[in-house]
Every structure is written in structure tokens, then in C-alpha cells.
């Protein structure tokens, strides 16, 4: 389905501003050992790399220039290739990998600057290993960060939106000024058109955070909706109410004719006469949503004249040149105004995302962990081994981040011959319970339960909970039951617990 034309409008700016999408892959594999250690190997292009274009990252036990990475070939195993005699992508990734005692060793390898701004998108990395006594809980949270701040992102959208009225209006009254007024289009530019944008942008934002696609049917309906509410129907050839969007023809037969009618509407001359044939052809060459007639009237023709041939650079029509003049009146050149146009356009799509409606394109990231012991919950797929991947699109990121998180229990080789009358899911839920009740690492329950699974004894946890005040330590004596119970140990008789 097409989608309508302020949409593409809107795309057609932000990517050319944002420097186009990208379909480039970064894999990144990560291995937790038991001692708490982090092995971890990327491969990612080599001009992603923060720091000057061409070096080697620092800061990796080996590294090397490889070819494409593939699914299959684990980073390691990558062959050496000769950047000298590949071309193009064959070798233009960056391959790396050590051993790090924290997760603070690990180079920053992925940074994506925002210009203008204080904050980048990034991957910011958390990992916890908590000793429970009968067991180690590990925790890996790995986030691509974006850059949009939802409040900020609003003020921007206004700003933006402002914008490109303001320049917009200026061009049209600098190029038709002593002939038509355009007051009364600016009016419904600012108070109509600025609040469809803002409609839309909520919209793709709702379709963002839902981390889904909408289907076609949706978003057709949904944007039908969105029109009505401002009162603004299309209609067909035949004067009918559309009942969906897009199709053969649609610049043509309705998106077209309904500029034509706005400008109509909204662009009187003097002596109050609606807005020329000419002058209706030439502003619909310019503006970037519709298409003008196939044989555009005079005004639309370049200033110079047209081209001498198919070859020979266009040169700019009438429009285009009012257009150059606004915008360096206000900026003093049209770099500034790129410059400002990206930076709001970074605060409302962020660095990974390019509009409209689509969770696709993007850099794409192939992330594997593997983690001690059981996965007891992941945001990522497990597959064969343990393992836990994750594969998506940088959009994804879009607005508040991309989360990979995985949370692990690896029971203690003593604590798994005094647990081995528990069934393994029954065995997993006690140590999940278990984690809920170690509150952190100054627990006095701590010690206790890791003598019991070095001695294979539950003796050290029936001598602690002997040793209690059943008065004064209430709380504790409630604590230790509920472990008894949770342990399925006598709480009655000589207190001693069997091993």
C-alpha cells in the first residue's frame, strides 16, 4: 500500500537527512563462566568502530580482519583475510575477542553520535552473579540504547513541524508575494496540516512501542480515521468518499486534485481571484508529495530554461531558487539548515530508526549468551545448549531501547546431592524461592547454607537454626521454617535434619 503523501514527504526528508538506512550485520558472542569471567568476541563493520576511521579497536585479546560473518561460524573460527586483496564488504569487518575479568573491561564497540546532542545510542552492558549458598544466580542485561526522550521528542516535533510551514509559506510568498496572498493557507497549515503531522507521529510511535508491523488493512484504516478527524476526506474520481488508501493512480486521480483544491481554496490574489492555473501547476511540481501535469505549464520550466540535454544538470526552476534564498536569509547557508533540520529530526527518530510505520531496515544484530547453569528467564530465544540469541533490527531500539536480558541458577555440586530427592523442575522453583530469600551478600543465612553444600550436610543450617532466640529472633525463626518447608526438612522432633 502507498501511503499518503505528507508521509512519504516526511520520509523522503528524515532519510535524506539521516544519510540513508543501513543493511550492515554486527554478531556479537557472549560466554559467562563460573568464576564470573566474561569471554566475548564481535564482528562488526569496520568503520563502526568508535575512534579514527581504519584502526583496530584496543583493548581485545586478538584481533583480526575477516570476511561477512555468517550464522553458522562462530567469530573465533573467522579466517584472516587480506583487506589488500578483498573488495567491498569481503573485508570491511572488524573481528575481536578476550577473556575480561568485568563487564567495565569490555570495550564500548558500538556508539552512534547524535549531532547536537549530549547522549548516543549505544550498548550499555549490567551483569550480577549473587552467591545464594546452594546455588549462584547469574544476571546479564545488555541494552542498545536510543536517543529520543519522549517529552523532548514532542518540542522537537513542534519545532520541526514549524519549520518546514515556516520556510514553506516564505518560499511560496517570495516567489508569488506581489501577485497572491498566502495568509489564509498558512492559517490551515498551522492549525490543520501541523496537527495531522503530530497525529501521525503518535501513531508511529504507538506502532513502535507495540515492537510490531501493522498490516496493511490497519494501517490503512487507522490513517482513514486519523484524516476524518481533522475533516479531511479524500475523494475519487468520482467524487466518492475513499475507503482506502493507495492503489494505481493515486498521486494522480486523488492525492493531486486534493492539493489543487486546498490551494485553490486557501490562495487569493488582490482582487480576491483564486490562485492561476500556471502558478497551481508550478507549486505542484515543486512540492515533493504529488505529481504535476505530465506537461507542466511555463512557470514550471527552470529559470535558465530548460536543460540543452538528457545529460546536462537541470538547472533550478523558480521555486527551488525562492526556496535557496529563504533559507539562507534564516541560516546563512543551506548547511546550517541540513545541520538543524537533522537535529531535530534525531530527537524525534532517534539514531537507528528511519520512518514511517516500518520496524525493518536498520543495522541488524546477531546476538548470542551463554550463561552457567539453567536459564530460569530471558527476554531472548533459547536454543540448543543453553543458549539464549537474540536477532533484530537497530529500529527495534526505537524509542526507549532494546532490552537482552537472561537470568540463570547453577546449583552448587554439594547442594545438588542434598536437592537430589527434588524433581528438576521442583528442584528449579526451591532455588528460584530461595533466591527471594537471600536479601544480599551480608545475609547470615549466607555462610550457612554454603557449609551445608561443601560439607553435602544439612547439619551448619540445623546448628543455626538451634542457635536462634525463638523470642528475640522471631523474624529469623519464621524465615527458617519457611526454609525448612521450602526444603521439605522435619520441623519438629531433635531439630536435626537429615542429610
Not at 487507522?222 to 479524500?234: F, K, Q, S, T
Not at 487569493?268 to 492561476?276: F, I, M, P, V
Not at 537482552?404 to 546449583?411: F, G, P, V, Y
Request: aromatic share 8%; hydrophobic share 40%; charged share 30%.
Amino acid at each position: 500500500m502507498r501511503l499518503p503523501g505528507f508521509t512519504i514527504t516526511v520520509v523522503g526528508m528524515v532519510v535524506a537527512f539521516a544519510g540513508g538506512c543501513s543493511d550492515k550485520t554486527f554478531k556479537i558472542e557472549t560466554r559467562i563462566n563460573s568464576d564470573g569471567t566474561i569471554d566475548r568476541a564481535i564482528c562488526q563493520p569496520g568503520d563502526s568502530l568508535p575512534g579514527p576511521p581504519g584502526h583496530m579497536q584496543d583493548g581485545w585479546d586478538e584481533t583480526r580482519v575477516v570476511g561477512l560473518p555468517s550464522e553458522d561460524t562462530p567469530i573465533r573460527e573467522m579466517k584472516l583475510v587480506d583487506a589488500r586483496t578483498k573488495k567491498g564488504k569481503e573485508a570491511n569487518y572488524f573481528a575481536g575477542w578476550g577473556r575480561f575479568q568485568k563487564v567495565a573491561d569490555i570495550p564500548d564497540h558500538f556508539v552512534v553520535h547524535a549531532e547536537g546532542l549530549d547522549r548516543q545510542g549505544r550498548l550499555v552492558r549490567n551483569f550480577r552473579h549473587r552467591d545464594l549458598g546452594l546455588a549462584v544466580e547469574y544476571a546479564w542485561k545488555e541494552t542498545l540504547t536510543d536517543v529520543v526522550k519522549l517529552d523532548d521528542r514532542l518540542r522537537a516535533r513542534d519545532l520541526w513541524t514549524n519549520l518546514f510551514i515556516d520556510l514553506t509559506i516564505a518560499t511560496l510568498e517570495h516567489r508569488f508575494g506581489k501577485t497572491y496572498r498566502f495568509e489564509s493557507l498558512e492559517t490551515w497549515s498551522r492549525e490543520t496540516a501541523a496537527a495531522v503531522v503530530a497525529d501521525v507521529l503518535e501513531l508511529d510511535l504507538e506502532f513502535a512501542m507495540r515492537r510490531r508491523e501493522p498490516d496493511e488493512k490497519e494501517l490503512e484504516n487507522r490513517l482513514l480515521l486519523l484524516l476524518a478527524r481533522h475533516d479531511l476526506v479524500l475523494t475519487g474520481p468520482d467524487g466518492k468518499t475513499l475507503k482506502k488508501l493507495g492503489g494505481e493512480d493515486f498521486e494522480e486521480k486523488v492525492l493531486t486534485p486534493f492539493v489543487r483544491r486546498l490551494l485553490r481554496e486557501h490562495v487569493r490574489d488582490a482582487e480576491g481571484e483564486s490562485l492561476g492555473e500556471d502558478a497551481v501547476e508550478e507549486i505542484l511540481a515543486w512540492l515533493p508529495l504529488v505529481r504535476a501535469s505530465e506537461e507542466p505549464g511555463p512557470a514550471a520550466i527552470p529559470a535558465d530554461g530548460p536543460a540543452a540535454g538528457p545529460d546536462e544538470a537541470r538547472p533550478p526552476t523558480r521555486l527551488e531558487i525562492s526556496w535557496q534564498a529563504v533559507v539562507i536569509k534564516r541560516f546563512g547557508s543551506e548547511k546550517v539548515f541540513e545541520k538543524r533540520a537533522r537535529h531535530l529530526s534525531t530527537r524525534i527518530w532517534g539514531v537507528h530508526r528511519t520512518p514511517f510505520l516500518s520496524l525493518g531496515g536498520g543495522r541488524r544484530f546477531e546476538v548470542s549468551l551463554q550463561l552457567p547453569g539453567d536459564v530460569v528467564e530471558t527476554s531472548g530465544v533459547i536454543s540448543g545448549g543453553g543458549e539464549v540469541t537474540w536477532r533484530f533490527s537497530t529500529t527495534m531500539a526505537f524509542p526507549s531501547g532494546y532490552r537482552m536480558t537472561c537470568r540463570s541458577l547453577e546449583i552448587r555440586p554439594g547442594a545438588a546431592e542434598l536437592l537430589k530427592h527434588f524433581k528438576p523442575a521442583d528442584r528449579r522453583k526451591v532455588l528460584l524461592k530461595l533466591v527471594q530469600l537471600i536479601p544480599g551478600e551480608e545475609d547470615p543465612l549466607l555462610p550457612v547454607l554454603r557449609s551445608s553444600a561443601d560439607r553435602k550436610s544439612w547439619s551448619p543450617l540445623v546448628e543455626y537454626r538451634r542457635s536462634l532466640d525463638r523470642k528475640k529472633q522471631a523474624a529469623e525463626v519464621k524465615r527458617l521454617d519457611g526454609l525448612y518447608r521450602l526444603l521439605q526438612l522435619p520441623l519438629s522432633g531433635s531439630g536435626r535434619a537429615g542429610t
